[in-house]
């Protein structure tokens, strides 16, 4: 069976997910990549993973700094998720552009303000799996709110089976 790339994509679409923002701090400045590639692993000792295409800045930033967040996003943060998807996007117009805003952790990583969850990851290991490389964190603190989420399915925005407009 040969497959392309547009065929895997397709059925891997069909699997919806959340939407979660990664967070790194790059010397005060805040780093953010959109990513659903994100599963938990283990609850003892607690361990997740996210998936990061190799040719991704933040794949580089990962390695360097071994600690980062992940955020997860809620219904009335598409503009987030566009926004750090978005390879051109810069970091001064995170906020003018998609409203992102930041608080800081004791470890000084980054969390997206109004995220429905947040999970402060040190980094345990590295898998290299293709042209991505699988990130094995450990969770050492985790933050909870009430609210709905974000949705991605068949490439589209959605809000518990519904297409954001
Ligand atoms: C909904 C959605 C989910 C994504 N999930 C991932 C992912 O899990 N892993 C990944 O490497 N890229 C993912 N991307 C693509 C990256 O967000 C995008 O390539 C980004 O520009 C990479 O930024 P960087 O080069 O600054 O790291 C996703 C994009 C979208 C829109």
Request: glycine letters at 8%; proline letters at 3%.
């Amino acid at each position: 069976m040969s497959l392309n790339s547009a065929e895997f994509r397709r059925a891997m679409g069909c699997f919806a997910t959340g939407v979660t923002i990664i967070t790194v701090d790059l010397d005060g400045e805040v780093h953010g990549m959109t990513a659903n590639a994100f599963s938990s692993v283990s609850l003892d000792p607690p361990l997740l993973l996210v998936c990061v295409d190799r040719s991704a800045s933040t794949h580089a930033h990962l390695h360097a700094r071994k600690r980062f967040g992940i955020s997860v996003l809620g219904e009335d943060q598409r503009a987030i998720s566009e926004f750090y998807a978005n390879p051109a996007r810069t970091h001064e117009r995170a906020e003018s552009e998609a409203g992102a805003r930041f608080d800081r952790t004791s470890h000084g990583t980054p969390v997206l303000r109004g995220s429905l969850a947040y999970l402060e990851c040190c980094l345990h290991s590295v898998e290299q799996a293709g042209d991505h490389s699988i990130f094995i964190a450990e969770v050492e603190d985790v933050m909870v709110r009430d609210g709905d989420p974000l949705i991605f399915f068949r490439g589209k925005y959605r809000k518990f089976g519904n297409e954001v407009e």
